[in-house]
């Protein structure tokens, strides 16, 4: 309990690594977001539910952003502790992340590269379901090309709007007319 206390006031007196930690801290949590919305799209696109996809790619893009300016704010810290010279690479990846943290003390050089092994952790199961998920719909996108190009050999992979004008192909819902 007292080893506790007396970590807690060495990290109340070192800001560069409440700074650190806080902000590693902050991208873990928006990592697992980002998971969580990855398996919502996968539902909805497993579900057909065209609407809901688009709705969570949307949210999905906003948590891109909002990662994307806490990254920045990561290497924007990193930098300004490192006195800008032994720089981490823009990844955070390499010898500078942890020639910064070796300059901690024992415990929080521990608490630090443990957060940021977490976040790269996740990170790595998100770009993999996210690398799956588009292997997915590419393939399902290939498929549905493929078979309006078998269908209707004559359009040549054209789609055309009711009135006969060609319009650009996106992957919309589609409604095919089985009664011919």
């Not at 300004?80 to 901690?104: C, M, Q, W």
């Not at 590419?138 to 549905?144: D, R």
Request: aromatic share 8%.
């Amino acid at each position: 309990m007292e080893h506790t206390a007396n970590a807690a006031a060495v990290h109340d007196e070192n800001p560069a690594y409440g700074q650190c930690r806080a902000v590693l801290e902050q991208e873990r949590k928006l990592v697992a977001q980002i998971a969580g919305m990855q398996a919502l799209i996968r539902q909805a696109v497993i579900n057909r539910q065209w609407p809901a996809f688009e709705s969570h790619m949307e949210a999905l893009n906003q948590l891109g952003a909002q990662f994307k300016d806490l990254d920045q704010e990561r290497v924007r810290i990193f930098s300004s502790l490192s006195g800008g010279g032994d720089t981490p690479k823009e990844d955070g990846a390499g010898a500078g992340f942890y020639a910064l943290v070796s300059r901690f003390p024992p415990d929080e050089r521990k608490a630090v590269t443990g957060a940021y092994r977490s976040l790269k952790t996740e990170t790595m199961k998100v770009r993999i379901e996210g690398g799956a998920l588009m292997n997915y719909l590419s393939e399902a996108s290939l498929l549905i090309a493929g078979f309006l190009e078998a269908a209707f050999p004559d359009r040549k992979g054209r789609i055309y709007s009711r009135s006969g004008v060609q319009v650009q192909a996106d992957m919309r819902s589609m409604v095919l007319d089985r009664h011919c």
